[in-house]
Each structure stands twice: as C-alpha cells, then as structure tokens.
C-alpha cells in the first residue's frame, strides 16, 4: 500500500504519466509563457491535533501549453476542472508542485523578492467579481495609483494623474470616476476599473479569469470588445480563462480545452469549433446551439453521462474514459494519452488532442455507445469539503 502522506504521487504510474507533448506544433520563437509538464496537487489533510495528509486534489496534472506575445490563448472546461489554479500557477502564485513556468525566458520559479515583484509587474490579473477585488474603502485615485507606486512608476499621486486620466479614457470612463469608489459604479464600470487597475502598470500578460461571467450578457460584450482593443493600443498577450464556450471563441486566437486537470484539445480557435477532434470537445460542442436553423436540426447533442469525476480520485488512464461515449477495451483505461498532432490530413500542426483513438473516431472507425454511469469515488471527502466535487452534469457546469 501507498503511504498517504507521502510526496503526492500519481494512483497508476503507468496510466497516469505527465502529459508530454509528442510532437510540437509551433517553433516557440516568439513565446511569452512556456509551461511545461505543470502539476498543482493540494493536500487533503484530516485531523485535530496532528494535520495528517491523507490524499491529494491533482487540480492541475501535467499540463504542456504555450502563450504566444500578442496573442489570446482561451482556456475553457467544467468548473473544477482546474482552470484558475492553472492560471494562478502561471502567475507563480500557486507555485506548481512539479513543471516549469518559464515567463519571457525567465523560469518564475527561480525568482524570489525584489526580483519576483519585478516579474509581477509584467503579469496581472483581471478577476471574476471586481467588486470583492477591488477595496471598498479606497477611491478609484487610490486603486489604480497603488499598483503605480508600488512598482515604482510613479512617487505620488500629482504625478500619476495624467497616467490615470488616461487608463481611465482608455477603459472608457471619465476624469470624475476618479474621485469615486468601487460602490458608485455598476458592474460593468466597475470591471472596467479593474482593467484599468491591471493595465496602470504596463504589463505584457492579463490572466482574466472569468472577466464576464459576472455580468449582464448585455454589458459581456462591450468587455470583452474593450478587451480585444485594449490589446491592440498596448500590445497585451492574454490568457482568458471562462467556462462560456461563446465568450472564449469570441476573444480567443487558440483554445484550450481542459479536463480533470489536463489539457484534452488544443487548436486555433476556429479549427476547435469547425472540427473538434476529442470526445470531451465534440460533447461540448454539441450543446452549443447554431444560430442556422437547417444545421440547428441537422446537429447532433452528445450528452455526457456519469458525474465529473472527483479531482481527488482521477481516473485511470484517459481522464475521460468514465464517461467517453467512445471509450475502447485497450488503452483507454490503462494509457494516459499523449498531447499530440493526430495524423489527419487537414488538420494542421497546431491542433494537438490527447486521445489514443483520434483517428479512428475521425474516420468512423470506431462509433460512439452508450455509457454506464459510474460512481464517483467521495470517501475521502465524505464531512470535508464538499467544493472539492465536480459538478453532477455537463450542463449544470457550462
Ligand atoms: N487552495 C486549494 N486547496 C484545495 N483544493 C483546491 C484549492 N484551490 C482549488 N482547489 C480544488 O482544485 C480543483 C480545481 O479548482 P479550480 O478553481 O482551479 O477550478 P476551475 O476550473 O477554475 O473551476 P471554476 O470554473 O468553478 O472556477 C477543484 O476541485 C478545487 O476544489
Ligand atoms: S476514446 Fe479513449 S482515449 Fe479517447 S477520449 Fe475516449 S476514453 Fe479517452
Ligand atoms: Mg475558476
């Protein structure tokens, strides 16, 4: 038997080796974000006196992707699947249990004080809610000069004004909002101070993290177009993290699709939604409505059946096998699949899937059926934490 408290390891060397990228797609010379082989696994730990660990949530597995400068990378996927602590992972705030970040060729990891803060600066973050990330009792001034100081780009307010005058314009609010506070501001006004708050310290990288699940589908869209021109005034690179399928191909240069901690898919935005290659995508996929009426009834819904499995227990082999319509007898169970560029003509270097069967799906070869439902190991987190459980179905998810 395994010893529990031991260095997390994963439940089946074999099946469950690091997603290694087989052949890659692009020649990296113009990489802002190298992350390679990135594991985050948090100890479950139980116990009055002595914290005990008795397992491990793999939320992020091994997973291989690259940010091109410039570019939007878009990272979608049910909840608890790992998305956001991939992307705190990136910005070294959760440093990985294993893998490398490297961030402008430099590997975060080997940063520490003055030096890490300074690599801080090129990297921010825009969050979900802004109004629990951005502090109640601190003008707007305030907010967006702190960033400024901190990092030395600016000694005092006076000074920072015309820098601030301008974030603010850029973001489409007026000098006035400036002497406001977060409460003032509607929900899309205030996410637009958020950005203003990321962007006051001229980084390289946004890491949004869900930037308009919070808001009226109303209000999404002039984020997301403030987004989109915001990049191209100031030459941002973006990871947008969202579990909304439409706002992810609305934004994104190339998607990632990620499930139980791993990357299943990978491709150029509209390559992933012309041909998805994977099971798992081709699920998602399928729920999304056409806005063609003939290919709206012509389109084929392929429901996912079974729970999400816990991130606690992964299972074997494929991580999706427990409820993969075309799951196969050999290697599906007992292999984890590779990241890699399936041999099909058409489909270019960039698009890479992590499916032993690819191919064969993709020339009917192998058909789907029906899937059983399996149930979801919760032992070690029956009176713990119940948030540490996946959604009961694809569509309570997304
Ligand atoms: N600090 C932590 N300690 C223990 N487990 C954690 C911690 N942070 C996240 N997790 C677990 O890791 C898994 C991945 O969480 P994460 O927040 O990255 O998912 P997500 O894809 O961003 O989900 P959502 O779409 O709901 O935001 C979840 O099972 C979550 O409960
Ligand atoms: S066919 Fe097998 S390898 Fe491919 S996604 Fe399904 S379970 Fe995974
Ligand atoms: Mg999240």
């Not at 529990?4 to 692009?26: M, N, W």
């Not at 319509?325 to 699949?337: A, G, I, L, M, V």
Request: charged fraction near 25%; aromatic fraction near 4%; glycine fraction near 8%.
């Amino acid at each position: 038997m395994t010893d529990p408290t031991s260095e997390p390891t994963q439940p089946d060397e074999k099946a469950t080796a690091p997603a290694e990228t087989e052949r890659t797609a692009y020649d990296g010379s113009d990489v802002l974000v190298d992350a390679k082989g990135v594991k985050v696994h948090f100890p479950i730990k139980r116990g009055v006196i002595f914290d005990k660990t008795i397992g491990h949530v793999y939320a992020v597995d091994g997973v291989d992707l690259q940010i091109r400068r410039g570019e939007t990378y878009g990272l979608v996927g049910e909840s608890g699947c790992g998305k956001s602590t991939l992307g705190r992972a990136i910005l070294n705030l959760e440093p990985p249990t294993d893998g490398s970040v490297v961030f402008d060729g430099v590997d975060i990891a080997t940063l520490k004080g003055e030096e890490l803060r300074k690599k801080r600066q090129d990297i921010q973050m825009v969050f979900q809610d802004p109004l629990s990330s951005l502090d109640p009792r601190q003008s707007v001034e305030s907010l967006l000069f702190e960033g400024m100081k901190a990092h030395g780009i600016a000694k005092n307010a006076k000074e920072a004004r015309p820098r601030l005058v301008e974030l603010l314009n850029a973001v489409g609010l007026p000098e006035a909002a400036l002497a406001k506070y977060p409460h003032e501001f509607s929900g899309g006004q205030r996410q637009r101070i958020g950005i203003a708050r990321a962007l006051s310290v001229n980084p390289k990288l946004i890491v949004a993290d869900e930037p308009v699940s919070a808001l009226d589908v109303s209000v999404q869209a002039q984020v997301i177009n403030l987004l989109e021109d915001l990049q191209d005034e100031f030459g941002l690179t973006y990871l947008v993290v969202a579990h909304d399928l439409a706002v992810v191909r609305h934004i994104s240069d190339r998607i990632g699709v990620m499930y139980l901690g791993a990357l299943a898919e990978e491709a150029e935005a509209d390559d992933l939604y012309a041909a998805p290659l994977h099971p798992y995508t081709r699920a998602l996929m399928s729920a999304v409505p056409v806005p063609d009426p003939v290919i709206e009834d012509r389109r084929e819904q392929i429901l996912l059946t079974g729970d999400l499995p816990s991130p606690s227990h992964p299972p074997t082999g494929c991580r999706f096998h427990t409820r993969c319509p075309w799951r196969q007898e050999t290697k599906c169970d007992t292999e984890r699949p590779v990241l890699r560029v399936p041999e099909i003509p058409g489909v270019g270097q960039s698009h890479r899937v992590a499916c032993h069967w690819t191919e064969q799906i993709e020339a009917g070869e192998i058909t789907p059926h029906e899937v059983a439902p399996q149930a979801t190991d919760l032992s070690d987190l029956l009176d713990g934490d119940a948030s540490l459980m996946g959604p009961a179905s694809i569509s309570e998810a997304l």
